[in-house]
DNA sequence: AATAGCTATTGGATCGTTCCAAATCCAGCC
DNA sequence: GGCTGGATTTGGAACGATCCAATAGCTATT
């Protein structure tokens, strides 16, 4: 016979009952230290493997967590994935990363999968686009569910949502650059029409709109080809602006690099602060200023956050914000670091 | 009652048995369409979840696939563990997606984890390290398992390992350096002893041999801020130096940073070429020049071969080697695109 | 009308754990 | 020696699907 070993075959080796074995194999304290030796030294020698589908199919709780990202190629969400599963593996709980790549489609089929496999609990940051039906789907299976870093439904009682206090992150940008001596601050990047877009603003306009400045708004898809092209559309059609906050950090490397490929330097004539504070940041000439929403942490706490969720019944506060940092670095300031 | 409905309630509902239920879930063609119409229609109405653990259980085979990553921030890690997911799931397979974090403690936890959870077959980047206990596991299991990118057992008899040609690359590149009037080419990156950086470092070492040439050869992480600090390490030690190959974009693109601050321009009294092709790549300036590898292609290409594996038994040749291309931009002709 | 040969459907056994209530063990005490 | 009570151990039922062999329902053929 060579399928695969049993609980019954370490039982049979090791002279007890299955249900030691079982016992033995969640760490359960009622058993003898000797009587556990011997069905670890039993499993040891017949190559046991642990039969999770079996034990979830009679517990129905599997210590898997799903992770639904929007867009794993981003750097910033990669960081909250590994953390998070780094986050969540201390604690006995493997992760399911998955990425739905802005696909509302791929999105709900993702879900799906993950209840089908029976995830006990659910982090997701949500594709744009309607998706109704997949929160539905999971408020009805009740499981624990958080939203992260994006909201996609505004049920928030249903499904928490955290992420960063982005709006007083913009607006320390803004004061920033204008007492670093800059008349005009631009922001760049952020698809219009979505909240994270108009929380990344609403700092930048509050200031712009204390101080009488006028305020120009260059919107579009939030990557380095997009910086780069902006660069461009700054310098023809508002050479008044001599500075900008970005919506991220990705346009505001390629809005840096935009104005490298004109001949004009990007730290005095120009400023620029980023968001995000990817590790990259520190690592590019000009060394890129940003507001740095510590992402580790973030994951961190998100699992706390989750496990006291799943263990022990408390539900999350349905809204919070982590507090960000400005970094000011040499793409705002001028000077090395 | 309020439990998760079965099988058998919709059996009940649709007035049929659960044999039929059964079927209809593995889309057999051989029930009667108003059947069909009729279990569908019952599932919809109690609102009914497949679980997966207890079909797992009977049939022994998930549709899961494992995917273990050393380096899930790197992007061209990630570049192609969302490609081989989406690849896979074209297929109806699900894919886990680990990251390691260069870990061999955590990646043999990683791997046993998936093999309790009974993927079907695994694609493994090792973490550096030894891991001969992982791939024993993994062997006496007798899963499909595919090492890519990276080669951490030297059995690929049992493992088969594919990856990129990047000995061809690297020449290409240290030909293409030369004829644009380099004079000196060093090499950047990649930690002494290891397989990868070997291949990447010989077809330079190759050109530059017989061309007569001195060999420089600096190395270390594989990190934009190792680059950063290359750049130094060049100016005041080798200032003969005057162009570079660098183990990957990361380090290139560090080393083209480290160069900006200096106030030395990159493209035409100094030449940069790098690997991976990342999309940063195209969208920094200067462009920096690359060795192209088709990750996206690659990943559907593991996808094709992993899966003739499973399904038909078609176990795939021991070493598979994709080539690659060199895509000349402005770090090493000075011109812009 | 009986038979054969399909197709569609079904009941029971089964997968490998966990859960539960009951049984067993054993030291200490009267 | 019998009894008590906590610590250990145990057998059987259960989890929810799939698999298999058997059955039922049909049509076409003899």
Redesign the interface.
């Given at each position: 016979m060579n399928r695969r070993p049993t609980i019954m075959d370490v039982a049979a080796r090791a002279g007890v009952s299955k249900s030691t074995v079982s016992l033995v194999l969640q760490g359960s304290r009622q058993v003898r230290d000797e009587t556990r030796a011997a069905v670890e030294k039993a499993m040891g020698e017949i190559?046991y493997?642990?039969?999770?589908?079996?034990a979830?199919?009679r517990s129905s709780s599997?210590g898997?967590v799903g992770l639904v990202i929007n867009d794993?190629?981003n750097?910033f969400f990669?960081?909250f994935?590994?953390s998070l599963?780094?986050a969540l593996?201390a604690e006995g709980y493997?992760?399911?990363?998955?990425?739905s790549?802005e696909d509302v489609e791929?999105q709900a089929?993702l879900v799906g999968?993950m209840?089908?496999?029976?995830v006990s609990a659910m982090v997701i940051s949500p594709a744009y686009g309607e998706a109704r039906d997949t929160f539905d789907q999971l408020a009805?299976?009740g499981l624990p569910v958080m939203q992260v870093l994006r909201q996609g439904d505004e049920r928030t009682d249903l499904f928490p949502f955290s992420s960063f206090d982005y709006a007083t992150g913009s607006a320390r940008a803004t004061q920033h650059l204008l007492q670093k001596g800059a008349q005009n601050v631009a922001f760049v990047g952020g698809l219009p029409g979505r909240a994270i877009t108009r929380e990344r603003k609403s700092g930048w306009r509050e200031v712009l709109r204390k101080e009488g400045l006028e305020q120009v708004a260059l919107h579009g898809k939030s990557?380095?080809?997009f910086g780069?092209e902006m660069a461009e559309t700054l310098i023809a059609e508002h050479p008044e602006i001599d500075a900008a906050v970005c919506f991220n950090d990705l346009v505001a490397?390629?809005l840096?690099?935009?104005f490298?490929?004109a001949g004009r330097p990007v730290g005095t004539e120009f400023r620029v602060v980023g968001f995000d504070d990817i590790?990259?940041a520190a690592?590019?000439?000009?060394q890129l200023s940003s507001v740095s929403c510590d992402i580790a942490q973030f994951a961190q706490d998100t699992a706390t956050r989750l496990l006291a969720w799943m263990v022990e019944g408390k539900r999350p506060e349905p809204e919070m914000r982590m507090p960000v940092r400005l970094i000011a670095r040499t793409s705002s300031t001028g000077e090395?670091t």
């Open positions: 190559g493997i642990y039969n999770r589908a079996a979830n199919l599997v898997l794993l190629r750097p990669t960081e994935a590994t599963q780094m593996a493997a992760t399911v990363i998955a990425n790549d791929l089929k999968s209840i089908e496999h029976g009805r299976r990557s380095r080809a780069m490397l390629g840096i690099a935009g490298a490929r590790e990259e690592q590019s000439w000009p090395a």
